[in-house]
């Protein structure tokens, strides 16, 4: 098996707090109305689009609810959703307390995965942001991903993918 650590002096870091100054950290983090999840509804309220907050009677409860297109959007924390992009910085496994901290999220991943399937056989459309997209110096990427989801596919003008990877909109 490979090595976990890059040299052989590297060793996993034990947590410096108390259990109970721990506890009290983590009671901490939200649900909702976190950092990134405001990012987003900023930027898509500010594109125009009006949504719902959080309702409670759609599987999973979605972050952004657009009722009209059937179209809801989720904001996935990368730690807490464990997202598999190699890339991301944000999603790592806790090298401590494995045996508690595995399953809790794995399961957080399953159950996103039956939201969504919930969803889908509802009629809804489903969209994940991750929280490391909104973190990036460029926000034009993040736009035309939401506007690509949320428009008309019958009203949308044809697209084309630049060398920098945007997606613009042909001019006819």
């Given at each position: 098996?490979?090595?976990?650590?890059?040299?052989?002096?590297?060793?996993?870091?034990?947590?410096?707090?108390?259990?109970?100054?721990?506890?009290?950290?983590?009671?901490?983090?939200?649900?909702?109305?976190?950092?990134?999840?405001?990012?987003?509804?900023?930027?898509?309220?500010?594109?125009?689009?009006?949504?719902?907050?959080?309702?409670?009677?759609?599987?999973?409860?979605?972050?952004?609810?657009?009722?009209?297109?059937?179209k809801v959007i989720f904001m996935h924390g990368c730690f807490w959703h464990l997202h598999d992009d190699p890339k991301c910085k944000l999603a790592r496994m806790p090298n401590s307390n494995q045996d508690y901290w595995k399953p809790k999220l794995e399961r957080n991943r399953e159950r996103d995965q039956e939201n969504r399937a919930k969803l889908e056989a509802l009629g809804w459309q489903v969209l994940v942001i991750w929280e490391c997209q909104t973190r990036q110096k460029n926000p034009e990427p993040l736009r035309q991903q939401v506007s690509l989801f949320l428009e008309d596919s019958a009203t949308r003008e044809p697209l084309i993918k630049s060398k920098d990877g945007l997606v613009q909109t042909t001019t006819r």
């Amino acid at each position: 098996m490979a090595a976990r650590f890059p040299c052989a002096v590297c060793t996993p870091m034990t947590d410096t707090l108390t259990r109970e100054a721990r506890s009290a950290l983590m009671s901490r983090i939200r649900g909702k109305d976190t950092v990134p999840e405001i990012y987003l509804r900023q930027l898509v309220h500010a594109m125009g689009y009006r949504y719902r907050l959080h309702r409670r009677d759609l599987p999973g409860t979605p972050d952004l609810v657009f009722a009209g297109r059937k179209k809801v959007i989720f904001m996935h924390g990368c730690f807490w959703h464990l997202h598999d992009d190699p890339k991301c910085k944000l999603a790592r496994m806790p090298n401590s307390n494995q045996d508690y901290w595995k399953p809790k999220l794995e399961r957080n991943r399953e159950r996103d995965q039956e939201n969504r399937a919930k969803l889908e056989a509802l009629g809804w459309q489903v969209l994940v942001i991750w929280e490391c997209q909104t973190r990036q110096k460029n926000p034009e990427p993040l736009r035309q991903q939401v506007s690509l989801f949320l428009e008309d596919s019958a009203t949308r003008e044809p697209l084309i993918k630049s060398k920098d990877g945007l997606v613009q909109t042909t001019t006819r």
